[in-house]
């Protein structure tokens, strides 16, 4: 499920390269109504209102605490539903969205077009006006289990945001010289890694085994001997690739396995310091952010013991880059504030 829908994700974000005050009353509030709406309006649904306002409260919650300038992405979502497309938070909107009015819980102005994108995606691509946009369905849509699994995956999104706003990313990815000729930027999807070559696949194993054994300890000595295990592991996979597949390996660690990791540091700080909004937690499937984490975490743990290259595609390597990303945060505490600064592989973090 996750697989595909990163997947899909992929698959539009590269595609997309090719492209480059009114109060609500407290009634309308409740049935997910703008103030400013013309009653004939199209307008989101209540339980949809309640889980993006849920989604920006967290996200002002977290603020620059997980990722420096956090705040300073943009957060365009556009919601599909099976009839339509809200566009929400989005600075520059094109002519063919219709203002639905203000929403003074969601503190944006809402827009609405009829549905272009199929109902289960899951994407952040520039999708509207060349901003990075968070393409998303409802939960159902999505094989999102909860409400809660929805909200925390859109700030996985917004990290995307985050990535691909910095100044000099797309340079900075072509400076890989992985395209070999490609301009769509589908490459990223189809790159020709050596996932059948029986070597790989047996380094590319050690390194998460002991990612996976690094993470289960608890004392700073036994820490240090598995994360030197880790390194060696790492540096023994290095060794079998030829240098295109290394810098391949380590950019999907770097991106998606971060993204992986931000989803979880996402719960895991809701859980300890953020309280639900009482709308979002009468949701009938809510969950709590706790459960969430646990989660994640079983996930990724579930991932590199899984985590097996004979499937053939590149979504073994996010589960190790969460995984290495996690390590980095015991290893090397500074490391996000030098994420954007360094080559796109989590080994220039390095202490």
């Known amino acids: 499920m996750r697989a595909t829908l990163a997947l899909a994700a992929t698959v539009v974000l590269l595609s997309s390269r090719v492209l480059q005050a009114q109060d609500t009353h407290t009634a309308a509030s409740s049935h997910g109504v703008a103030a400013s709406a013309p009653a004939s309006q199209p307008q989101l649904a209540p339980d949809d209102r309640t889980r993006i306002a849920e989604a920006f409260k967290l996200a002002d919650a977290v603020g620059d605490q997980?990722?420096?300038?956090?705040t300073s992405a943009p957060f365009a979502i556009l919601l599909v539903t099976p009839e339509r497309e809200f566009l929400l938070r989005h600075p520059r909107p094109s002519p063919d969205f219709t203002s639905v009015g203000y929403d003074s819980v969601l503190k944006t102005d809402v827009l609405v077009r009829p549905r272009q994108f199929p109902p289960n995606l899951l994407a952040t691509f520039p999708a509207v006006g060349g901003v990075p946009t968070i393409v998303v369905g409802q939960p159902a849509a999505t094989e999102?289990?909860?409400s809660t699994e929805w909200v925390v995956t859109l700030l996985h999104e917004h990290f995307h945001q985050l990535q691909t706003s910095r100044p000099g990313y797309f340079a900075r990815v072509d400076s890989l010289g992985l395209a070999r000729g490609d301009r769509t930027g589908m490459w990223m999807l189809n790159y020709a890694f050596p996932y059948d070559s029986a070597r790989v696949r047996a380094r590319f194993a050690a390194l998460t085994q002991r990612l996976d054994s690094a993470l289960a300890t608890s004392t700073d000595d036994a820490r240090g001997a598995r994360w030197a295990a880790v390194r060696?592991?790492?540096?023994?996979?290095?060794d079998a690739l030829a240098p295109d597949?290394?810098?391949?390996?380590?950019?999907q660690m770097w991106q998606e396995g971060v993204a992986r990791y931000t989803e979880l540091a996402v719960a895991r700080f809701a859980a300890a310091h953020y309280t639900p909004t009482a709308a979002f937690a009468a949701l009938p499937d809510f969950v709590p952010y706790a459960t969430v984490a646990a989660r994640i975490d079983s996930s990724v743990r579930a991932g590199l013991r899984g985590s097996s290259l004979e499937r053939g595609n590149r979504v073994?390597?996010?589960p190790a880059g969460?995984?290495?990303a996690l390590m980095l945060d015991r290893v090397a505490p500074t490391w996000r504030s030098h994420y954007f600064d360094r080559a796109m592989t989590l080994d220039a973090l390095l202490p």
């Not at 597949?245 to 950019?251: E, H, I, K, N, P």
């Open 66 to 70: 997980i990722w420096p300038a956090w």
């Open 144 to 146: 999102r289990k909860s």
């Open 232 to 238: 060696s592991a790492r540096g023994a996979l290095h």
């Open 245 to 251: 597949d290394d810098r391949y390996l380590a950019f």
């Open 316 to 318: 073994a390597f996010y």
């Open 322 to 324: 969460a995984a290495y």
